[in-house]
């Protein structure tokens, strides 16, 4: 098994038990698990490569990954009412997973196109929807509204691979580097709470007031 494809089932299977995580929060079903585990662990690679116009997407060319989101979904299933604190093991799984695709993601995009930039596009791209897919389904706060970090490290991963893949640093190493900063980064955040400047003017109105000022100037 390569490098790349170890990394791709990881981030497959770390993401699924997100999702199934966020099954149990909601208390569905087996079924539900599995959708969940699903959507989340193979939403990010198959929005990678619909973007770089690779079709059939990946789990469509070897259905193992489909096999692993589901031995996820109901490992989970049966074993969730045994951990306690079920949002911060998401919230950690999250970031392992968001690490290893942040330099999947842009491996697949540096070796399609060539550009640097293409490849820390589709780092953070793999590394981010499955998991803005998975708030979306669960009708939880997305991951993209927290204050901590989140994007930023996994264009910082993506970054730190490309940056040493172009530096002909080898395939092992620039991994190493791009997982390593991604989850420092996203770990740190999680912990340390570390946050961006965020904006600070007075925020726009609200879409029923600005409606109301509108009918006022008609």
């Known amino acids: 098994m390569t490098l790349m494809m170890m990394l791709d089932y990881v981030g497959v299977a770390l993401f699924a038990a997100t999702g199934a995580l966020a099954a149990s929060r909601k208390q569905l079903d087996l079924i539900g698990?599995?959708?969940?585990?699903?959507?989340?662990?193979?939403?990010?690679?198959?929005?990678?490569?619909?973007v770089l116009g690779r079709t059939p997407v990946f789990w469509v060319l070897d259905p193992t990954y489909i096999l692993v989101a589901t031995m996820v979904g109901v490992i989970v299933f049966f074993t969730a009412h045994r951990i306690e604190w079920r949002y911060r093991l998401l919230i950690w799984l999250d970031a392992i997973g968001l690490a290893a695709y942040s330099v999947l993601g842009a491996a697949k995009g540096f070796d399609a196109t060539g550009s640097?930039?293409?490849?820390?596009?589709?780092?953070?791209?793999?590394?981010?929807?499955?998991?803005?897919?998975?708030?979306?389904?669960?009708?939880?706060?997305?991951?993209?509204?927290?204050?901590?970090?989140?994007?930023?490290?996994?264009?910082?991963?993506?970054?730190?691979?490309?940056?040493a893949y172009s530096l002909e640093f080898g395939l092992w190493t620039s991994s190493a580097l791009g997982v390593s900063i991604a989850f420092a980064l996203r770990g740190g955040a999680i912990h340390y709470g570390w946050t961006l400047p965020r904006y600070r003017p007075r925020p726009g109105r609200d879409a029923e007031e600005a409606l109301r000022g509108k009918k006022r100037e008609d």
Do not use: C, K
């Not at 953070?124 to 204050?147: K, Q």
């Open 33 to 50: 698990f599995l959708f969940f585990a699903a959507a989340t662990g193979l939403g990010g690679g198959t929005l990678r490569d619909l």
């Open 116 to 163: 640097a930039t293409i490849a820390i596009v589709t780092g953070a791209m793999t590394a981010t929807f499955g998991g803005i897919l998975r708030d979306l389904l669960a009708n939880e706060a997305s991951v993209l509204l927290r204050p901590e970090i989140y994007i930023t490290s996994a264009l910082a991963g993506a970054a730190g691979y490309t940056a």
